[in-house]
């Protein structure tokens, strides 16, 4: 077992924590600034590096800085109160591998209370941090359209909501529903019903941007919300585009044959027409209903004409 090693210019003995070598499947030393003294051989086995990649530099690449965001803090704050530290920091193997540790920072103060070195005790969670994450996408994310799903939507909306509201900029909301596609569930199956849907995202996917949220409310309805600074003209020309594309020929495996297909869409804007997200969306489905008592086809932004009448929709743009 290691007894003391030297870190910035000072002796830091490690006898009194004994776990540093025999319990600890991962530990580490870093000096005041944070660079690698000590790693053990579970350290060295587990990424794959050795001492000349790891004594005396970061425990993080240059520009990984937000990867260990957690990390950083932990140091700051240890350095300031002298008291331990624990959380789950991610850092990447030699082979660029994905690693999540559960890390305790154990801060180490000279005789005027100066911390001049920190233990790391860690534990490789990677299998525990990867299922989370599984759980949580299946939670929020709809597994055959692989778009968010209702709940993972209004979360991620609510949020973007909060923060447009913050910063003032205009945030679109839009609610999709395909046309006649109950008859198309009903005479060609659902497997066929399923294709539709798969074909209709993949082509939506392809007008929007990665910033646009895009969730399946349930059945044939989805939902758009533009938080990249779209405005509402603009906006505007996307669901055109997406219209158009949705009544270009689709065929479809399961039956082997085309069918035809169209989309209405309601739209509705913050702030002119609603004063949070939940606002908003029902603005937008007021408007939906509207497009398709007009046919469907199409898309209507909702517009409040009257304060006597604030349900009152006017116009196809």
């Known amino acids: 077992m290691l007894n003391e090693l030297i870190v910035s210019g000072r002796k830091l003995e490690l006898g009194s924590v004994s776990y540093m070598e025999e319990d600890a499947f991962i530990s580490?030393?870093?000096?005041?600034?944070?660079?690698?003294?000590?790693?053990?051989?579970?350290?060295?086995?587990?990424?794959?590096?050795?001492?000349?990649?790891?004594v005396d530099a970061p425990l993080f690449q240059p520009g990984e800085e937000h990867y260990t965001s957690s990390l950083l803090v932990g140091l700051k704050v240890s350095r300031l109160t002298g008291e331990k530290w624990q959380g789950e920091v991610f850092l990447r193997k030699k082979n660029n591998e994905p690693l999540w540790l559960d890390v305790t920072l154990l801060p180490r103060?000279?005789?005027?209370?100066?911390?001049?070195?920190?233990?790391?005790?860690?534990?490789?969670?990677?299998?525990?941090?990867?299922?989370?994450?599984?759980?949580?996408?299946r939670a929020h994310n709809d597994a055959l359209t692989k778009t968010l799903n209702r709940q993972g939507y209004?979360?991620?909306?609510?949020?973007?909501?909060?923060?447009?509201?913050?910063?003032?900029?205009?945030?679109?909301?839009?609610?999709?529903?395909?046309?006649?596609?109950?008859?198309i569930n009903d005479e060609l199956g659902h497997a066929a019903g399923d294709e539709v849907l798969r074909h209709f995202i993949s082509r939506v996917k392809q007008c929007i941007s990665d910033t646009t949220l895009l969730g399946r409310l349930g059945g044939d309805e989805f939902a758009l919300t533009f938080i990249d600074g779209?405005?509402?003209?603009?906006?505007?020309?996307?669901?055109?585009?997406?219209?158009?594309?949705?009544?270009?020929?689709?065929?479809?495996?399961?039956?082997?044959?085309?069918?035809?297909?169209?989309?209405?869409?309601?739209?509705?804007?913050?702030?002119?027409?609603?004063?949070?997200?939940?606002?908003?969306?029902?603005?937008?489905?007021?408007?939906?209903y509207k497009v398709k008592a007009l046919g469907g086809d199409d898309f209507i932004n909702y517009q409040i004409v009257s304060t006597a009448d604030p349900h009152s929709i006017v116009g196809s743009v």
């Not at 103060?109 to 599984?134: K, W, Y």
Request: glycine share 6%.
């Open 28 to 54: 580490l030393v870093l000096d005041a600034q944070g660079k690698v003294s000590y790693a053990n051989p579970g350290y060295y086995a587990l990424t794959g590096y050795d001492s000349d990649d790891v």
């Open 230 to 288: 779209i405005d509402e003209h603009d906006a505007g020309l996307l669901l055109q585009r997406i219209i158009e594309q949705t009544r270009l020929p689709m065929y479809l495996q399961t039956i082997r044959h085309q069918v035809a297909l169209s989309v209405s869409i309601g739209v509705a804007t913050w702030p002119r027409h609603g004063t949070n997200f939940a606002s908003v969306l029902k603005a937008a489905d007021t408007a939906l």
């Open 109 to 137: 103060c000279d005789e005027r209370g100066d911390v001049f070195a920190f233990i790391l005790v860690c534990f490789d969670i990677t299998h525990h941090v990867t299922i989370r994450e599984r759980l949580h996408y």
């Open 154 to 183: 209004y979360i991620r909306s609510r949020k973007k909501f909060r923060a447009a509201q913050a910063s003032g900029a205009e945030t679109v909301v839009a609610i999709l529903d395909l046309d006649n596609f109950k008859t």
